[in-house]
């Protein structure tokens, strides 16, 4: 049984596995393997930590988190023409990579992973949004994972970190940054990928923090920031006109001038606004410990 380091260059892999990228899988792989080496460095020290790996494709990421130490790695691949590939990754760290084939969104990693969970992956773009949303908004905060290092079109790696008062700011940076920290590792250009996507890539990492910065209950937060950006360049009094009642009061009540627009509303704002939107009279009760003051 050989170890990781002898293992053939990804290309071969690609090659004697007939890998030839799918569009509508979102495949862009990564064959530098200095690269996938530092991508796995991005979560810190994973010394036999646990990470939940979502499309791992040929396995260049993958074998980047064993080298560095992960104590079990879970993998999970849509792809079956893949899973020979990681099946050999596997026999080369006995006993630390599970490989499932299937549909990443159907997974829950607490099944087969213990402990703190290091989520890693490159994910395919049209994927990417619909799981970050879903690791930001569990039933109970803090969530299960302890970090989330993720592959993103730059364009969607600047929203989740944007600040107020640019045209990135938006749900996302509200949802990412009002229970999590997050910033963006590394950026790459459309070489580093083979085949090169027409855009430039970034890889975010969030951390959750362990109450969210301003108490507010999660569902009315995303409800009303949804409502604020969806018609965003409206002030603000016309924009969540869909709330009901007087939205005047309730976004003075928030501190928030009425005439404001989203974009220009801070994240403590928010939080203030969906707590004065829960404590309406006859607004059902709100979820409990939801922040830290
Ligand atoms: N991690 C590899 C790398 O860095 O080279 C592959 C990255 S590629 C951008 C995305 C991978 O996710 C592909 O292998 C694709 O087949 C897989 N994939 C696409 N949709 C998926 C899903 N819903 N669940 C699991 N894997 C998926």
């Given at each position: 049984?050989?170890s990781?380091?002898?293992?053939p ?9 007939g ?7 979102g ?5 530098d ?15 036999g930590?646990?990470v939940f ?5 040929p396995?260049?990421l993958?074998r980047?988190l ?9 993998a ?14 596997a026999?080369?760290?006995p ?5 499932i084939g299937?549909?990443?969104?159907e ?5 087969h ?21 879903r690791?930001?908004?569990p ?10 290092t ?11 970190v ?7 700011y938006g749900?996302?940076?509200?949802l ?12 790459l250009?459309?070489?580093?990928f083979t ?13 959750p923090?362990?109450v ?5 209950d ?19 009094r ?7 009642g ?16 989203a974009?220009?509303?801070?994240i403590?704002?928010?939080?203030a606004?969906a ?19």
């Amino acid at each position: 049984m050989g170890s990781l380091d002898d293992l053939p260059p990804l290309r071969a892999v690609i090659a004697a596995h007939g890998l030839a990228a799918k569009k509508s899988l979102g495949q862009n792989f990564l064959l530098d393997l200095n690269l996938t080496a530092r991508i796995a460095r991005v979560p810190g020290d994973l010394s036999g930590a646990s990470v939940f790996e979502v499309g791992p494709g040929p396995g260049g990421l993958t074998r980047g988190l064993l080298a560095e130490g992960a104590g079990k790695v879970l993998a999970v691949e849509k792809d079956a023409r893949c899973l020979p590939a990681l099946a050999e990754v596997a026999a080369a760290a006995p006993g630390r990579l599970e490989v499932i084939g299937g549909d990443a969104l159907e997974v829950d990693p607490r099944a087969h992973l213990d402990g703190p969970i290091h989520v890693v992956a490159n994910l395919p773009y049209n994927v990417g949004t619909e799981l970050l949303v879903r690791w930001l908004t569990p039933e109970v905060w803090p969530p299960y994972w302890a970090s989330l290092t993720l592959m993103f079109q730059q364009e969607v790696a600047e929203r989740i970190v944007a600040q107020p008062g640019g045209k990135a700011y938006g749900r996302l940076a509200v949802l990412a940054q009002w229970r999590a920290q997050a910033r963006i590792a590394l950026r790459l250009p459309p070489e580093a990928f083979t085949p090169a996507p027409k855009v430039h890539s970034a890889v975010v990492h969030l951390r959750p923090r362990p109450v969210p910065l301003w108490p507010a209950d999660p569902e009315v937060l995303s409800r009303v920031v949804a409502m604020a950006f969806n018609q965003r360049r409206k002030m603000l009094r016309a924009a969540l006109k869909g709330l009901g009642g007087d939205v005047e009061a309730l976004l003075e009540q928030a501190g928030i001038t009425p005439t404001e627009r989203a974009e220009r509303v801070t994240i403590e704002q928010f939080a203030a606004l969906a707590r004065a939107v829960a404590g309406r009279a006859g607004a059902p009760a709100s979820r409990q410990g939801q922040g830290n003051q």
